[in-house]
């Protein structure tokens, strides 16, 4: 792992996401995805060193953030359960997603999504969902389950620990001809 303390990496997060939620105008019931390579955090290759530990601490870190704004965190798992996703059964039930019957496993699934299981109140896990905004810790990919018009975000830092970060928020289409006016 890196030479840096676990304090200091949940403060890089943390001023991470804030610096995220600062350009996606997010609102209350929006989705923040997060795609998460412990292995890359500990100075590992994606999928080969899962930790617990950092799982447990990111999801906390992330969902002490998002929950008193009311947003909701959903956690990518890995290509072994296809990139699908832990959420509250209420967010899956309230946007229509389709709750899909696995649970995960450090290795299935990956660390984060093992804690997000552990750590949320009813989850389960759903194929797609659709958020409007998120971070890749890792180069996991998460685009595939950001709404489109996808726009890249560059948070206050591009690492945490030895894992690469991006961030994506997402806006409304641009419609119309040379005479539209947008905000």
Not at 3 to 13: A, F, G, Y
Not at 78 to 90: F, I, M, P, Q
Not at 98 to 126: R, T
Request: proline share 4%.
């Amino acid at each position: 792992m890196s030479q840096i303390s676990e304090t200091e990496l949940k403060e890089q997060l943390t001023a991470m996401v804030e610096s995220i939620l600062a350009v996606a105008d997010l609102q209350e019931d929006d989705i923040f995805v997060l795609g998460c390579s412990t292995s890359e955090i500990i100075g590992g290759v994606i999928g080969k060193n899962s930790s617990a530990t950092v799982g447990q601490w990111v999801v906390e870190t992330l969902k002490n953030i998002l929950d008193p704004l009311h947003i909701h965190l959903a956690v990518q798992g890995c290509e072994h359960l296809n990139r699908a996703l832990v959420v509250e059964r209420d967010v899956a039930k309230k946007n229509g997603f389709e709750i899909v019957a696995v649970k995960p496993a450090l290795h299935a699934g990956g660390a984060c999504s093992v804690a997000a299981f552990e750590q949320f109140e009813h989850p389960v896990e759903v194929e797609h969902i659709v958020a409007q905004a998120g971070i890749d810790i890792g180069d996991t990919s998460i685009g595939m389950h950001v709404k489109h018009v996808q726009v890249p975000v560059r948070p206050v830092a591009n690492t945490l620990g030895s894992a690469h970060v991006t961030a994506l928020r997402s806006r409304p289409k641009y419609i119309g001809g040379p005479r539209a006016v947008y905000e």
